[in-house]
Every structure is written in structure tokens, then in C-alpha cells.
């Protein structure tokens, strides 16, 4: 039992559709599949929960929070949650039905204290996360967790607070060695989170007609986690330059990006109009878009399957 008296039921009643990105390796796609996830889910009408436990907070750019009155505070009131257990009240208003928990340099002080604390009382310091969700059970049809690159400590404290792992990796080595890594945090978490579990790995940045290169990652990837069992999901996100510069700058979603690009008028209407026509948005976002949606299918799918009585 932890500081704040709650008992495994009463974590994994709130931690059941809790999904973390996690990969030890920087610049894999956590962030973007955290937010596409997440924003094509609670566009879809489900109700969507978004925690950013990273200190540069790059969701704020994703989904165009970033210095928000009344929504970026940095971090400030997922700290307050983790290490004071002041209770966790996400921020509405980002999207319809998706709630968020921004991250930001106000976590900057979170690594070296939970090391502390985990000095001070072992590896039950890592459950925080897991306790701050335990008051907001049954308010949300999916909880994202978006974690950092390179920092053991808010991986333990992401993974003791999940269901599901989903794990983005690009086709180099980097991502297979950053998933590798992770593998063996995961063996620790069990033992304080006894039901988190793999729900797969996604190619990420990858050149949809690469087939061959597809193959061979997926067999790394196996191979990585035993080779029992093929844990790559059927989607991969392809390489999109244009939706990685305009959705951040943007701070649109793949799939809003898909309904803008659709409504622009055509180049020859705005030249007609007299309107400069400007940048247009090429009709690959709405593949991107299309890619993170199969992804979302995939995540709700084995999410059902997981929860049918057996
Ligand atoms: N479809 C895409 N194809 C190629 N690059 C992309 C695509 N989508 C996003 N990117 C870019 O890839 C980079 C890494 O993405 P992202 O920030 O999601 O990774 P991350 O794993 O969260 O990184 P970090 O570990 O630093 O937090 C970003 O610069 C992003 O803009
Ligand atoms: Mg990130």
C-alpha cells in the first residue's frame, strides 16, 4: 500500500484503459501517436483523457495549447498530483470530449525527487501516477499517456500507472535498442502493476510502400521481445515531412489537417477569386490521417477484446 491508501483493486479499476507511448529512444513518434491517438479517439465521440509527462510539454504544440491561459500550466498541476497528491483536474476545452494534462518545465523537478522518494520508500513511489487516476475511475473511455525519451524514472512511473504499452519505433536500430531497454523496466513494473501489459509495437516515420523493410523490422522486433509472439500492429505511420512541419506549427491533428485540406478551394478557384493562394495542403495528410486511424482501430479492438468476459 502506497501513501495514499489505495489498493490494487482500486488501481487497476482506474488504470484499465490507460495507454502509455513509451520508448527509451528520443524522436520515435511517441508524441505524435500520443495526440493523433488520442485526438482521432475523442473525435470519434469517445471520452479521451491526455497526460504529458514530458518536461518539454510538445502535446501543447500537437494540439496548439502551448501558453494557453487557463490550459498550459507547464506542468504544474500533474507535479502537485505526483508529489503531493493534490487531486488531478485535467483541462477541458482542448477538443470536444478530450481532456488534457499538460506537461512542461515545471517537471523538472520530478526526476530527482521521485529518486528520492523511491530511495526513501522503494519502488511503491512509482504508483503516484496510478493513485492520481484512482478518483477520475470511470470517467474516461481511454487514458494516453505520453512519456519521455531517456528518463528511467517517469517510464517506472508511466508503466506502474498502465494497462497497455504501445510502442513506436522507427526502422533503425536506435528505436529497436530504446524498445530493448524498455523491456526490462517492464519486467520491474509488473511487479508493482501486475496487469500492464504489451499491446504492440508501431513502425513509425516509415515509407508506406517499403514492404521488404517492413518485414525485416517486424522480424527484429519479435525477435527483440523472444520471438514468441509477433507484437507489430498491421498499421504503420508513414513518412509525412509536410504533416510533421504543419502539424505542429499549426497545432492541428492529422485528421484536421484531412478536413482542411479537403476545404480549400481548389488552386485555380483562389487564383480566379483573386485570393493568393497561398501554401496548400497536399492530400498526404490525409493518408497520414488515415494511418493514425487505423492505429486507433487497432488500440480499441484489443482494448474490447481484452475487456469480453472470458
Ligand atoms: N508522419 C511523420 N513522418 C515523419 N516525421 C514525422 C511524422 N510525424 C511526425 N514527425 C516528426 O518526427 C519527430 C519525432 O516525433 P515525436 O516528437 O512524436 O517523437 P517522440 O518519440 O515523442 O520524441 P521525444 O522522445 O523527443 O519526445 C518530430 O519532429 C515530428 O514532427
Ligand atoms: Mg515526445
Given amino acids: 500500500m502506497t501513501a495514499s491508501g489505495y489498493d490494487q483493486a482500486a488501481r487497476l479499476a ?4 490507460v495507454v502509455a507511448l513509451v520508448n527509451d529512444k528520443g524522436g520515435v513518434g511517441k508524441t505524435t501517436l500520443a495526440a493523433n491517438l488520442a485526438g482521432q479517439v475523442a473525435a470519434a465521440g469517445y471520452r479521451v483523457l491526455l497526460i504529458d509527462l514530458n518536461r518539454q510539454g510538445n502535446l501543447a504544440d500537437d494540439l496548439g495549447y ?5 490550459v498550459d500550466d507547464q506542468g504544474a498541476g500533474l507535479l502537485g498530483a505526483l508529489l503531493m497528491g493534490t487531486p488531478l483536474t485535467p483541462v477541458l476545452g482542448v477538443r470536444p470530449n478530450l481532456a488534457v494534462v499538460p506537461g512542461g518545465v515545471r517537471l523538472t523537478d520530478l526526476t530527482p525527487l521521485m529518486v528520492a522518494r523511491v530511495q526513501a520508500g522503494g519502488r ?11 478518483p477520475l475511475t470511470g ?49 520491474l513494473a509488473r511487479e508493482i502493476n501486475p496487469s500492464l501489459g504489451l499491446l504492440g509495437v508501431v513502425l513509425f516515420g516509415t515509407l508506406a510502400s517499403a514492404r521488404a523493410i ?17 507484437p507489430m500492429l498491421k498499421a504503420t505511420i508513414r513518412y509525412s515531412e509536410r504533416y510533421a512541419r504543419e502539424g ?25 477569386n483573386g485570393d493568393a493562394p497561398g501554401r496548400r495542403l497536399p492530400a498526404t495528410v490525409a493518408s497520414v490521417s488515415a494511418d493514425f486511424r ?17
Wanted: negative net charge; glycine residues 6%; hydrophobic residues 50%.
Fill in 66 to 70: 502551448r501558453d494557453r491561459a487557463g
Fill in 139 to 187: 470517467q474516461y473511455d481511454l487514458i494516453v499517456v505520453d512519456s519521455p525519451p531517456e528518463n528511467v524514472m517517469l517510464v517506472d512511473l508511466a508503466l506502474a500507472a498502465a494497462r497497455w504499452v504501445l510502442m513506436p519505433t522507427r526502422s533503425d536500430s536506435g528505436g529497436l535498442v530504446g524498445m530493448r531497454l524498455v523491456a526490462e523496466r517492464f519486467n
Fill in 124 to 134: 511503491a513511489a512509482f504508483l503516484a501516477l496510478a493513485d492520481a487516476l484512482v
Fill in 248 to 272: 505542429r506549427k499549426l497545432g492541428r491533428l492529422a485528421h484536421e489537417l484531412e478536413v482542411d485540406a479537403a476545404n480549400q478551394p481548389a488552386w485555380w478557384q483562389a487564383l480566379r
Fill in 214 to 230: 517492413h518485414a525485416e523490422v517486424r522480424a527484429d522486433v519479435a525477435a527483440a521481445f523472444g520471438g514468441g509472439f509477433d
Fill in 294 to 310: 487505423q492505429v486507433a482501430a487497432e488500440v480499441l479492438d484489443a482494448l474490447a477484446t481484452q475487456e469480453q468476459p472470458a
Fill in 14 to 17: 482506474a488504470t484499465q484503459r
